[in-house]
């Protein structure tokens, strides 16, 4: 597994104080499997970095990297 996207995954779940890959999935409106896939082949889909930037206020880039301003309003 790759930490990199791990860690965005960290990001997500902390960005909507989600504590579980269950959850997310839920908020994702996808599968439980369908997250830990996305671990499993390193690609973290756009669509979900989007919808939570949408839902919490947080950058795309920042829950892709964790770098830059955690808001977008802080930029």
Do not use: C
Not at 23 to 45: T, Y
Not at 53 to 62: A, C, I, N, Q
């Amino acid at each position: 597994m790759s930490a990199q996207h791990i860690e965005i995954i960290k990001r997500l779940r902390l960005s909507l104080n989600i504590s579980t890959l269950a959850g997310l999935a839920r908020f994702l409106d996808v599968s439980p499997q369908a997250i830990n896939g996305a671990i499993r082949k390193r690609q973290i889909p756009d669509v979900w970095l989007y919808k939570v930037s949408y839902h919490t206020g947080r950058p795309v880039e920042w829950l892709r990297s964790g770098e830059g301003p955690e808001f977008a309003d802080a930029a």
